[in-house]
């Protein structure tokens, strides 16, 4: 008897822990791209800011700039920083962030919705149409991300003088990953709704 008590103490512990975190990831991922895009403008308004912005944390030689699945190594032929990399570094960084932002908010909706506490949910259980479409998103902006930060690196590297591309496949999978999960979460959903219509 203890032992299921227990049991159904962690499950609903997890949900709740995932939910709250979820959240705060979110908020901080759409801070962290509201951040960028001031950081972008400044940057295209007035290049030489933050070039000088660079210098004053000794950046001015190398600097390696990372978002979520893609890494830059902004470099110049003279050993300065340019401008240009930077910017088309943040505007990825924009995209990407957001991207992860609405990842976190619809894994927050799932649980949500799975619980019966969102507006258009269907009920109490996992197996409902918005949660499938929701799978089927964070699959889609997983792969987007893949894409996004390859193009982002490229355009980076074309502006910088440099070579160093690489694809991070890992976003992929996990993309690819996820749309095959709401593949059975769309059977599940529609099993249920045929045991519905026997009872």
């Not at 709740?16 to 759409?30: Q, S």
């Not at 919705?113 to 969102?118: F, I, M, P, R, Y």
Request: include cysteine; glycine fraction near 8%.
């Amino acid at each position: 008897m203890p032992k299921k008590i227990q049991q159904d103490n962690t499950a609903h512990f997890l949900p709740r822990v995932t939910v709250i975190l979820a959240k705060i990831a979110e908020v901080l991922h759409w801070w962290l791209a509201g951040a960028a895009l001031i950081s972008a403008v400044v940057s295209i308004i007035s290049p030489s800011f933050v070039i000088k912005l660079a210098q004053n944390f000794n950046l001015q030689k190398t600097v390696s700039l990372s978002c979520y699945g893609y890494e830059v190594v902004v470099t110049s032929q003279d050993g300065g920083l340019r401008g240009d990399g930077i910017t088309i570094f943040l505007i990825g960084s924009i995209i990407v962030l957001s991207l992860m932002a609405m990842i976190f908010r619809n894994v927050y909706l799932i649980l949500k919705t799975a619980d019966g506490k969102t507006w258009f949910t269907e009920g109490n259980t996992p197996f409902q149409k918005n949660i499938v479409r929701m799978f089927r998103e964070i699959g889609i902006f997983f792969i987007a991300i893949s894409v996004m930060s390859l193009i982002s690196e490229i355009f980076t590297n074309i502006a910088e003088n440099e070579l160093n591309t690489g694809f991070n496949y890992l976003n992929c999978f996990i993309g690819l990953v996820f749309l095959c999960i709401s593949q059975f979460f769309n059977y599940g959903t529609r099993l249920e709704r045929d045991l519905d219509g026997l009872v």
